[in-house]
C-alpha cells in the first residue's frame, strides 16, 4: 500500500490572505455580518492579548513587595 499523498496545494490557515468584495443588495445578509464581525474582533482580541502577554512578566518571576518570595509571602 503507498503512503498518503496530498491531492491539493492549499496554504494553511495562517498563510491565507482574505479581502472582502462589496455585492450591493436590496437587504443584508445579517448573519454573514454578524459572524464576519465576530471572527475580526476575536481575531483582534487574539493579537491584543498575544501583545500584552509577551510584555508582562510571568507572577512567577516577580518579587513580592517585601522583599520576600512568593512561596515565603504566603506563610
Known amino acids: 500500500?503507498?503512503?498518503?499523498?496530498?491531492?491539493?496545494?492549499?496554504?494553511?490557515?495562517e498563510e491565507r490572505s482574505f479581502s472582502v468584495r462589496a455585492v450591493h443588495r436590496?437587504?443584508?445578509?445579517l448573519h454573514k455580518l454578524?459572524?464576519?464581525?465576530?471572527?475580526?474582533?476575536?481575531?483582534?482580541t487574539g493579537e491584543s492579548?498575544?501583545?500584552?502577554?509577551?510584555v508582562r512578566v510571568p507572577d512567577t518571576y516577580q518579587a513580592a513587595p517585601d522583599?520576600?518570595?512568593?512561596?515565603?509571602?504566603a506563610r
Open 49 to 54: 492579548r498575544a501583545a500584552r502577554e509577551a
Open 1 to 13: 500500500m503507498s503512503r498518503y499523498a496530498k491531492k491539493t496545494d492549499r496554504r494553511p490557515y
Open 67 to 73: 522583599g520576600l518570595a512568593a512561596s515565603e509571602a
Open 26 to 29: 436590496e437587504r443584508a445578509d
Open 34 to 44: 454578524a459572524e464576519v464581525l465576530i471572527r475580526l474582533t476575536l481575531q483582534e
